[in-house]
T-cell receptor, first 109, second 113 residues
Framework: GQNIDQPTEMTATEGAIVQINCTYQTSGFNGLFWYQQHAGEAPTFLSYNVLDGLEEKGRFSSFLSRSKGYSYLLLKELQMKDSASYLCAAWDSNYQLIWGAGTKLIIKP | SQTIHQWPATLVQPVGSPLSLECTVEGTSNPNLYWYRQAAGRGLQLLFYSVGIGQISSEVPQNLSASRPQDRQFILSSKKLLLSDSGFYLC????????????FGEGSRLTVL
């Protein structure tokens, strides 16, 4: 079956760095997304990886290893506004998007 | 630029009542359109998707239905709501059949009492 696993909840301190991991098992693979979702709001796009390696966008970076079925989202210089859920999603070979349940990130002062 | 809107934002409905959520996309043509549901603390569940007018694919059998009467309009309906229909409903679009990102509407929170 197809599955995406990510931790349910993580806690980090303002100003610190946090890494949110995601492992996926899909029938085929056509890229992986990370979305941010604040409570009660719609998800917003953060990053897309289709090739192995690290993609950096300001304070956020996303890494992909296709051979390991693994990705992570790295958040640096954490701010209180980064408190949100982070959703991992992958395209399978039929171009259906498979979603993880999301990781709730709690930032403490 | 492209925009997506869905409404209403919030609604409280009694069990057995009908439902209609509407979603429209502006600034693009022939988008792929999606309806998702998100239960509290859960991931996104794909309900319906459409690649063109009148073309609807259902992912989850249930008492909901979808229609696409116009290229950029997507409607989610129910004739009789169940308690289990409560949740956060999200409309989304993406362009064509590539692996581009999904863009989401603001969401509609439905509470069935």
């Amino acid at each position: 079956g197809q599955n995406i696993d990510q931790p349910t909840e993580m806690t980090a301190t303002e100003g610190a760095i946090v890494q949110i991991n995601c492992t996926y098992q899909t029938s085929g693979f056509n890229g992986l997304f990370w979305y941010q979702q604040h409570a009660g709001e719609a998800p917003t796009f953060l990053s897309y990886n289709v090739l192995d390696g690290l993609e950096e966008k300001g304070r956020f970076s996303s890494f992909l290893s296709r051979s390991k079925g693994y990705s992570y989202l790295l958040l640096k210089e954490l701010q209180m506004k980064d408190s949100a859920s982070y959703l991992c999603a992958a395209w399978d070979s039929n171009y259906q998007l498979i979603w993880g349940a999301g990781t709730k990130l709690i930032i403490k002062p | 630029s492209q925009t997506i809107h869905q409404w209403p934002a919030t609604l409280v409905q009694p069990v057995g009542s009908p439902l209609s959520l509407e979603c429209t996309v502006e600034g693009t043509s022939n988008p792929n359109l999606y309806w998702y549901r998100q239960a509290a603390g859960r991931g996104l569940q794909l309900l319906f998707y459409s690649v063109g007018i009148g073309q609807i694919s259902s992912e989850v059998p249930q008492n909901l239905s979808a229609s696409r009467p116009q290229d950029r309009q997507f409607i989610l309906s129910s004739k009789k709501l169940l308690l289990s229909d409560s949740g956060f409903y999200l409309c989304a679009w993406r362009q064509g059949t590539d692996t581009g990102e999904l863009f989401f509407g603001e969401g509609s929170r439905l509470t069935v009492l």
